[in-house]
């Protein structure tokens, strides 16, 4: 890889571990509701990438489930997951879905998966395990369960995708920018009050974090990443992806003021070194498995 490609890339991870640390502090700390924040962003997204809907895409029910797996039932899950757990926490535990895919592929694409990479799903989830359990009570963190259950979601979506005729990166986003906002808005207005009050009260910063999200992390972030992908093999650029978590925990602690605790610290060792474990291997059945969600346009 070249050295102006592989800064293109960690300026790209940088921006997506930004982006967690952004989320997070418009929904627990600008109280901007998180499901209605999701439909916020998907309503941007569908209006800066409107020109990439046509043409239409075959088998629109197949890619109304894969919309709702990736963006509207996934994103709410993470969102109401930053609401309620740490960022840093959050970037590490929100890898799983680079071994759920691999499981995913295994089971439903018959992908064989030999002992290191089995060593490498045990650390995954054994790291976000230690993360999560709470040691005073050994209760789990639920904010952290919404993460797992929304790493899941989207990696079963994945699965969705292989049997989909294959469509661009940005015409995909544009579709589950499309499909998304109209449920996440509907799901707001049921479960959640004043989110639009809280977005306008939000201010300035709230704002540029909203156009950030859409264009900064959508469009520049999967569009350059994607490019990338055209450029270089899955089994290069999928071990580099894992300066997102790193970036996730460094910029929590720095404009957060997140603890970095001794727990996360070893968890996030353990679960990340599993995760580089999975990406080294090669997934010959779903090759995108490694690359977990940022392959399918939902960091």
């Known amino acids: 890889m070249s050295v102006r490609d592989f800064l293109l890339l960690a300026v790209v991870c940088f921006v997506w571990g930004l982006n967690l640390v952004v989320t997070r502090w418009v929904i627990a700390e600008a109280g901007v509701p998180p499901i209605f924040f999701a439909g916020l962003r998907f309503a941007g997204i569908a209006l800066v990438l409107c020109w990439f809907l046509r043409p239409i895409p075959k088998n629109l029910g197949m890619l109304f ?146 156009v950030f999200a859409v264009l900064g992390v959508s469009v520049f972030g999967h569009g350059a990443f994607y490019n990338l992908l055209k450029k270089y093999d899955v089994s290069l650029i999928s071990p580099l992806t894992l300066m997102v978590p790193v970036w996730g925990v460094i910029l929590s602690v720095i404009l957060l003021n997140e603890q970095l605790s001794l727990q996360l610290i070893l968890g996030a060792a353990i679960s990340l070194g599993g995760v580089f474990v999975i990406v080294l291997r090669r997934n010959t059945a779903m090759p995108e498995a490694a690359l977990g969600d940022k392959v399918r346009g939902r960091q």
């Open 65 to 210: 489930l894969i919309a709702m797996g990736i963006g509207a039932v996934h994103f709410a899950l993470l969102f109401m997951g930053l609401a309620n757990a740490e960022a840093s926490a959050v970037s590490v535990v929100g890898q799983l879905g680079v071994p759920f895919s691999t499981l995913m592929s295994m089971v439903f694409l018959g992908e064989a998966v030999g002992w290191r990479r089995g060593l490498g799903i045990f650390m995954a989830f054994a790291g976000a395990t230690l993360i999560a359990v709470n040691p005073d009570n050994f209760s789990f963190s639920y904010g952290l369960l919404y993460i797992v259950a929304s790493a899941l979601i989207g990696s079963a979506a994945g699965i969705l995708m292989k049997k989909m005729p294959p469509i661009s990166a940005l015409q995909m986003q544009a579709w589950v920018g499309l499909f998304s906002f109209l449920p996440l808005f509907a799901l707001s207005g049921l479960t959640e009050t004043g989110g639009w009050t809280a977005f306008v009260s939000g201010g300035p910063w709230v704002w540029a974090a909203t």
